[in-house]
């Protein structure tokens, strides 16, 4: 069966099928219990509250410690209701009327709890609506026992099947045991088509039913480039794809090793430094054998998403120093933590919001949460003393953002006795922070522009929403044209782009003409970023 969608992340791979499914979305734990099996049932209900309850009370400390008492009260009360009598009495009763296995028992008494939370008057009590859900997710994955994320120990050569990955699923893939991904939810901008663009891995976004088509274990091959996957193939299908592998093999090392030490250079002589996008010490390892002039922007969230209670300063700092070894004596920027949206490490338990992708994300939530940003900044000053970096701001809005950041810096490192600050950068992904470059520039030192969201911000179409993809034109007039206004307000300010529009081969030259002469990729699309560009003749630059 060959089925047709949207390549995302180019190239070719086969492998075994890995159908995931979120635990809160599995109905198929249902079996009927008989009078000998209540107490079993019982016992590893109370065990999951048990395990649940410890697990609650040591994120409530971790949490005071960094963030205060406020954040730390919200696992306190979550504590409460799930070690409340009057809880725990009416899961017993169920399980003993309808004689369920535990698993659907915890579903229909915190279904019904929710139900009734979100049904009274009072605001504050509604909101508890959530916790509700969030313990019943909670149970659920200790009742199957999971201790560890499904997708974190997932065995080589491995295709990944899912309707939608979220960026807290993404974060445990890696290219050792990741050979491909087919999503039924996945445009070019989606953090699974990121994501394996940055490991290197085909993916193919867009195919309706998917889950119902593809099950764990069949043999896949997925053609990220023409964006199809065959299930099952036969040996024919299998012997054209194995030459296509080779083929693609010998291409990737032909490319590597023409493009390992050179200058990127433009055919009329435009020197242009092609860096890498990374996540960890084995991105910062690929990135430097295959020619990256630099670390262009190394993503913090996939370290404290994997982690299972916030990090300290001193896991943090140790985490950047061991990862950015390899990429010493080059530049390299450091963003602070970005998340909120659709990024929400579950220690912290952000508040829902109607519009999140329009509320607190980036350094909107690094204010408001001024511990976790303190411990962000001390860890990126310890690790300044032995690797030179630069600091990125995401999600910079209004000049205060920028402002609050830097004043936090300065006060640190005067704490620490460090004289000389990081190189302090401003991520430029609104609209409002491209047409406040006047403003912003008088208290940083280079900017990034993130043309993923500025594009999603300036089209009003969501970069994971499949609805409104062919509004998301990222190479749009209008986004060049806030690039290169961006460009030219910046006068010899240092502006890169680490966009996915940065490593499209056909966007390469307007970028170029854009006066962008940094480009941010994949570490794996370094060495074709570099051979596109070294092709290109930029001519006259349009004019603004």
């Known amino acids: 069966m060959t089925l047709l969608g949207k390549g995302v992340s180019p190239g070719i791979a086969e492998g075994e099928a890995f159908v995931y499914i979120d635990v809160r979305l599995r109905d198929s734990e249902l079996y009927v219990i008989d009078d000998s099996q209540i107490d079993e049932e019982k016992a590893r209900i109370q065990k999951a509250i048990d395990d649940v309850g410890n697990c609650l009370s ?74 509700i859900d969030d313990l019943s997710r909670r149970l659920l994955l200790s009742l199957a026992g999971i201790h560890a994320h499904s997708l974190e120990n997932l065995p080589a050569n491995t295709v990944l099947v899912a309707r939608r990955l979220l960026p807290s699923d993404t974060v445990f893939l890696s290219r050792s045991s990741t050979v491909g991904v087919l999503a039924e939810f996945a445009g070019p901008a989606a953090h699974a088509a990121l994501l394996a ?83 960890s010490r084995e991105d910062v390892e690929l990135a430097m054998e295959r020619g990256a002039d630099g670390i262009g922007l190394f993503r913090t969230e996939p370290f404290f998403l994997a982690a299972k209670h916030l ?44 519009d999140p992708f329009l509320g607190r994300r980036g350094v909107r939530l690094l204010r408001e949460y ?39 810096l300065q006060q640190f490192a005067a704490e620490m006795g460090i004289f000389k600050l990081p190189r302090i950068g401003a991520m430029i992904e609104t609209p409002a922070a491209a047409l406040s470059i006047t403003s912003l520039k008088t208290h940083v030192d280079f900017f990034s522009i993130g043309s993923n969201d500025l594009t999603q911000y300036t089209m009003a179409a969501g970069r994971e929403n499949p609805l409104v993809v062919e509004y998301f034109i990222d190479d749009h007039p209008t986004v060049l044209r806030l690039i290169e206004w961006v460009v030219r307000e910046s006068g010899t300010m240092p502006v890169s782009i680490c966009g996915e529009l940065a490593s499209r081969i056909d966007a390469i030259p307007k970028l170029l003409r854009t006066g962008i002469m940094s480009l941010s990729v994949a570490a794996a699309l370094v060495p074709e970023v570099k051979m596109a560009i070294r092709g290109i003749e930029i001519k006259k630059r349009r004019e603004p």
């Open 58 to 131: 040591i994120d409530a400390r971790q949490i005071e410690g960094k963030l205060g008492k406020q954040s730390a009260d919200i696992f306190r009360a979550q504590e409460a209701i799930l070690r409340d009598s009057h809880v725990i009495k009416e899961m017993k009763r169920v399980l003993e009327k309808e004689k369920l296995n535990a698993e659907q028992v915890v579903r229909m008494v915190f279904r019904v709890l929710a139900s009734r939370f979100r049904d009274l008057e009072n605001e504050l009590f509604r909101e508890r609506a959530d916790d």
């Open 197 to 279: 663009r940055e490991l290197g891995i085909p993916c193919v976004g867009g195919i309706p039913d998917l889950l119902e088509k593809v099950h764990t274990g069949d043999v896949v091959l997925v053609d990220g480039t023409k964006g199809s996957a065959v299930i099952n193939p036969n040996r024919q299908t299998l012997r054209r794809y194995k030459t296509g592998f080779k083929e693609a093999r010998q291409r990737r090392e032909t490319m590597a090793t023409a493009n390992g030490i050179k200058r990127t250079v433009t055919r009329d002589g435009l020197e242009v430094s092609v860096m890498a996008n990374v996540r």
């Open 311 to 354: 990090p300290t300063d001193k896991e943090f700092a140790t985490f950047l120093l061991e990862s950015l070894k390899p990429a010493r004596g080059r530049r390299i920027d450091v963003r602070l933590l970005d998340i909120g949206a659709d990024k929400n490490p579950i220690y912290l338990h952000l508040p829902p919001e109607p």
């Open 370 to 408: 001024p511990e976790l940003l303190a411990a962000q900044l001390r860890a990126i000053l310890e690790v300044s003393k032995e690797v030179e970096i630069g600091v990125l701001i995401p999600m910079v809005t209004i000049e205060n953002d920028v402002l609050h950041v830097v004043s936090m």
